[in-house]
Nanobody, 125 residues
Framework: VQLVESGVGLVQAGGSLRLSCAASGRTFPIYGVGWFRQAPGKEREFVAACTWSASSTGYADSVKGRFTISRDNAKNTVYLQMNSLKPEDTAVYYC???????????????????WGQGTQVTVSS
């Protein structure tokens, strides 16, 4: 499975942005997916994740109520809708896929098997 993120990278505080992650591989629909981010000088952290059917989702407390993860398995694409963005949301965002996401949302990066190259998101104040 190969993952490629895309999305506009610069937005003002309070604005919105949608990231996309296009996946290759016909088995992608059975993978759980997640979004992680890494700010300069900080460790990579969990942002959001969902199971293969998106029937279950999970979010970090810092983004709950502002970010929404979704997927379109027919298009092999995962989305992260980010609203009410804050300067502290500035980071490189990565999408990832896991074989362990059929019935349970995975929040630990070590559980993920495939990663995208990352896309920079900058929120200006």
């Amino acid at each position: 499975v190969q993952l490629v993120e895309s999305g506009v990278g610069l937005v003002q505080a309070g604005g919105s942005l949608r990231l996309s992650c296009a996946a290759s591989g016909r088995t992608f629909p059975i993978y759980g997916v997640g979004w992680f981010r890494q700010a300069p000088g900080k460790e990579r952290e969990f942002v959001a994740a969902c199971t293969w059917s998106a029937s279950s989702t999970g979010y970090a407390d810092s983004v709950k109520g502002r970010f929404t993860i979704s997927r379109d398995n027919a298009k092999n694409t995962v989305y992260l809708q980010m609203n009410s963005l804050k300067p502290e949301d500035t980071a490189v965002y990565y999408c990832a896929a896991t074989r362990q996401g059929i019935t349970a949302v995975q929040t630990m990066s070590a559980r993920y098997d495939y990663w995208g190259q990352g896309t920079q998101v900058t929120v200006s104040s």
